[in-house]
């Protein structure tokens, strides 16, 4: 059985040299990732976003959002969003953002119906009738 795996092994090494390329590639992103992801959810602001946009491709869908940082609008993709929230274009979440990031953690569960807030929160009275 050893033999057979040391040969399965030798017949397919550039497989697995190429396997491995990948991974050794493609980890750092994926940590780096981690690592804001768990900053901002630390120690990130809490403000407000408009789902503006959906796009549906074959495999997945891509929700964006738009919010106010420092008076600069922002545009920020979240790939994960609750099922049937497609639907909520134009309206507006809480989320969690950090200043030297452009990425954001989106509260699916707080909708933000307040007017004020949302005008605090940077947007026109355009942004919120749109």
């Known amino acids: 059985m050893k033999e057979k795996i040391i040969a399965h ?4 090494k550039f497989g697995f040299i190429i396997i491995g390329i990948v991974f050794l590639i493609t980890l750092p992103f994926y940590i ?3 690592i ?6 630390k120690d990130g602001k809490i403000g407000i976003a408009k789902f503006v946009e959906y796009k549906r ?5 891509d929700y964006y959002f738009e ?3 420092k008076n600069k609008k922002i545009k920020d993709l ?3 969003a609750p099922d049937g929230f497609s639907k909520k274009v134009g309206s507006f979440y809480e989320i969690k953002y950090l200043d030297k990031f452009d990425d954001i953690i989106v509260n699916f569960d707080k909708e933000i119906k307040d007017t004020t807030l949302i005008l605090k929160a940077g947007f026109s009275i355009e942004d919120i009738e749109n």
């Open 67 to 69: 919010y106010y940082n």
């Open 32 to 34: 780096n990732a981690r």
């Open 36 to 41: 804001k992801f768990s900053e901002i959810e």
């Open 57 to 61: 491709y074959p495999k997945t869908r």
């Open 9 to 12: 092994f030798r017949k397919n």
């Open 78 to 80: 979240i790939v994960d």
